[in-house]
């Protein structure tokens, strides 16, 4: 891609950051123009927004929204298609694009924050591996998502990972093998997302459903989220044997001390995310 064309991309924000002070953040993707492509400058901005949170002790959950009538209608083709135009036929640039993009998408599972999409419009190819990537997810009732890379001779290989981590394998290779739309209704089914609201409504049901989560104990939920993807990943036996190791170091935390007190004296904890 040329310099002028991505000068012209990051003129305006790509990004907004709005921090409530339950410490709840609201990260949208502002390129509603580009139906919120997923180009190598929006990668960037997630991936250094994602750094930035990760180390914000200030922000106990992160909403991730976006502007226009997509929530994100994946990498950007017009990106792609510049591309192979050079002398390579474009392999440096996809295997930039593509290394970028796993990079800032396990940026969000390692997140120490629970990261809840609220998806309103269509969430296409890595647009909806953004969705599934994300810890839960609230769609409004009008809200479509697609993995549609097979329609044009793109098997959408990289969605496909997030997509057979959260859904039945089943429903995944539906997604993935007919490249279909589907509605809300659906995802809520398959399980790519975790509940629908009514249209326009996703914003405001994954903000209430992010203040929830903000009024734990962050420490207690930056064990239990880092715990789930790890058992996740391993044998049913080495699963236990991790998490009863992690739950002995979380009784041991003043937190878990705070928290069964307060249970059992029937008042409400003070929590000091430690």
Not at 106 to 116: D, N
Not at 216 to 226: H, N, P
Request: with cysteine; net charge neutral; proline share 3%.
């Amino acid at each position: 891609m040329n310099t002028a064309a991505r000068v012209a991309q990051t003129d305006a924000p790509l990004l907004r950051r709005d921090l409530r002070a339950d410490g709840v953040l609201t990260l949208t993707l502002s390129r509603p123009q580009a139906r919120n492509a997923l180009s190598i400058a929006m990668l960037d901005a997630l991936s250094a927004a994602f750094a930035d949170i990760s180390a914000d002790r200030g922000v106990r959950a992160v909403v991730l929204a976006a502007e226009g009538p997509a929530f994100s209608s994946g990498h950007d083709l017009k990106e792609i298609t510049a591309a192979r135009n050079g002398a390579d036929k474009g392999r440096a640039f996809f295997e930039d694009t593509l290394t970028r993009c796993a990079k800032m998408m396990q940026q969000v599972v390692a997140l120490p924050q629970p990261v809840i999409a609220a998806v309103e419009g269509i969430a296409s190819a890595a647009g909806c591996q953004l969705v599934a990537t994300c810890d839960l997810a609230i769609a409004g009732d009008k809200a479509q998502f697609c993995t549609p890379g097979v329609n044009i001779g793109l098997f959408c290989s990289t969605p496909m990972v997030a997509l057979s981590r959260n859904l039945s394998r089943k429903h995944a290779m539906e997604m993935l093998l007919s490249g279909d739309m589907f509605d809300a209704a659906d995802a809520e089914r398959f399980g790519l997302v975790n509940r629908v609201a009514p249209a326009g409504g996703a914003l405001d049901a994954a903000l209430a459903l992010a203040g929830k989560i903000a009024s734990k104990s962050t420490m207690t939920v930056k064990i239990g989220k880092r715990a789930f993807y790890e058992q996740a990943e391993i044998k049913l036996g080495e699963a236990y044997d991790y998490a009863s190791r992690v739950m002995v170091e979380n009784l041991l935390a003043r937190d878990a001390d705070e928290g069964i007190s307060a249970f059992v004296q029937k008042r409400a904890p003070s929590w000091e995310d430690r």
